[in-house]
């Protein structure tokens, strides 16, 4: 039998893909007309932006506190932190802002954005006016323009509720093994973990405006976190004896405000109440 194949010729002259920004049958394209996606691009009209940023220098006794505007042109994917580098590159080399990573992990570039706490990393200047505010964040000392000194208050804070792990034994065995702990718990852990003490939770507390020694959202979310953990030895009536009073969780007047500005989305209302509720009863039964 004849098993030999017969080979047909093929076309593929349909099969050649015309070139990036070619029509294929008119011709057109391949540099004689621009791709309509570019052409979309150079006719966008991009905002001017107008900044207006609450200055003041406390070292310099000559300044006064003022506002001073500053326009720009708006870039596509511009954050609030991206406008005030081009200001200091570009406008104003003199004005003062914090930030360290650029990706809401840090907290150093919190401020008042429209009257409103927030991180500018992770604010889209396309999700504000064309005009909006800047101020620093009040109740921390201010530093200059919109840098304030977050930090010394944050330490002073962990100093005062011992915001570390008081373990059980107070020797410490580098090659004992790590205890076990069940992973649903591990989990709610590092939720209150997440906080980056960027200071958007007190400065938008109403008492902490009334009662400069109020702990703060920050304290009461870290101290929730330490009562979780079981290798923390602290019982009730030490955490009563940190934060049990007017300056600690009875001071709270559940405005929920910590909550509805926390940029990390932690839930500080939930936890403030369950130490609350907790604290309460330790104050009858150690009563």
């Known amino acids: 039998m004849d098993t030999k194949v017969k080979e047909a010729p093929i076309d593929t002259s349909r099969l050649t893909r015309?070139?990036?920004?070619?029509?294929?049958?008119?011709?057109?394209?391949?540099?004689k007309r621009a791709l309509p996606a570019t052409a979309k691009a150079a006719d966008r009209v991009y905002?001017?932006?107008?900044?207006?940023?609450?200055?003041?220098?406390p070292q310099d006794s000559a300044s006064v506190p003022h506002v001073q505007q500053f326009q720009l042109e708006e870039a596509d994917g511009m954050t609030l932190f991206m406008a005030?580098?081009?200001?200091?590159?570009?406008?104003?080399?003199?004005?003062q802002f914090d930030f360290v990573c650029r990706a809401g992990i840090c907290?150093?570039?919190?401020?008042?954005?429209?009257?409103?706490p927030a991180l500018a990393c992770r604010t889209l200047t396309k999700n504000l006016a064309a005009e909006f505010s800047l101020a620093p964040l009040p109740f921390f000392e201010l530093i200059g323009d919109l840098s304030v000194n977050t930090g010394k208050w944050m330490r002073a804070m962990s100093e005062r509720i011992e915001s570390w792990v008081h373990l059980k034994?107070?020797?410490?065995?580098?090659?004992?093994?790590e205890e076990r702990m069940d992973p649903?718990?591990?989990?709610?852990?590092?939720?209150?973990?997440?906080?980056?003490?960027?200071?958007?939770?007190?400065?938008?507390?109403?008492?902490?405006?009334?009662?400069?020694?109020f702990v703060g959202a920050v304290a009461l979310?870290?101290?929730?976190?330490?009562?979780?953990?079981?290798?923390?030895?602290?019982?009730?009536?030490?955490?009563?004896?940190?934060?049990?009073?007017?300056d600690g969780v009875f001071g709270c007047m559940s405005l929920l405000a910590c909550h509805d500005v926390c940029p990390k989305n932690l839930p500080?209302?939930?936890?403030?109440?369950?130490?609350?509720?907790?604290?309460?009863?330790?104050?009858?039964?150690?009563?």
């Open 169 to 177: 034994s107070h020797e410490v065995d580098l090659t004992r093994i």
């Open 107 to 116: 907290g150093s570039c919190a401020m008042l954005i429209n009257g409103k």
């Open 184 to 213: 649903e718990l591990a989990e709610k852990i590092y939720e209150l973990d997440r906080c980056v003490e960027c200071g958007c939770c007190v400065s938008a507390c109403g008492t902490a405006r009334m009662r400069p020694d």
């Open 47 to 57: 905002r001017t932006l107008r900044i207006n940023i609450l200055r003041y220098n």
């Open 268 to 287: 500080l209302a939930t936890q403030i109440a369950y130490m609350r509720r907790l604290l309460v009863k330790q104050g009858f039964v150690g009563g």
């Open 221 to 246: 979310g870290k101290i929730a976190r330490f009562k979780l953990d079981p290798r923390d030895a602290r019982t009730d009536a030490d955490f009563y004896e940190l934060i049990g009073d007017d």
């Open 84 to 95: 005030l580098n081009e200001i200091r590159e570009t406008l104003d080399p003199s004005l």
């Open 18 to 31: 015309p070139a990036a920004g070619c029509s294929g049958d008119d011709g057109e394209g391949c540099g």
